[in-house]
């Protein structure tokens, strides 16, 4: 009886440990898919891709007269 006990518990054990090498492997995978996907925002984000494709639709960068800031009431500062 004793002896079925161990060896359910051992085999329990090698089912749990390969699961968990399962899983290691996959959180590795889905991290350097996560990195891979924030290097493709970083990339799509910047000037170098966003200013071309503003150019495509017609769109430009603003003069320096052009740009107006708007101050929100009741935020001036002192």
């Known amino acids: 009886m004793v002896l079925a006990w161990v060896v ?11 699961e968990l090498g399962d899983l290691r492997e ?3 995978s889905l991290e350097a898919r996560q990195a891979e996907l924030l ?3 970083r990339a799509a984000r ?4 966003l200013i071309p494709r503003a150019a495509a639709l017609g769109l430009r960068l ?11 009431p009741g935020t001036e500062q002192h």
Do not use: C, F, Y
Request: proline fraction near 3%.
């Open 26 to 28: 996959e959180r590795a």
């Open 8 to 18: 359910a518990r051992q085999t329990s054990a090698v089912v749990a440990a390969t």
């Open 62 to 72: 603003p003069a320096d007269s052009e740009i107006v800031i708007l101050q929100v």
């Open 46 to 49: 910047s000037r170098k891709v």
């Open 39 to 41: 290097a493709r925002i």
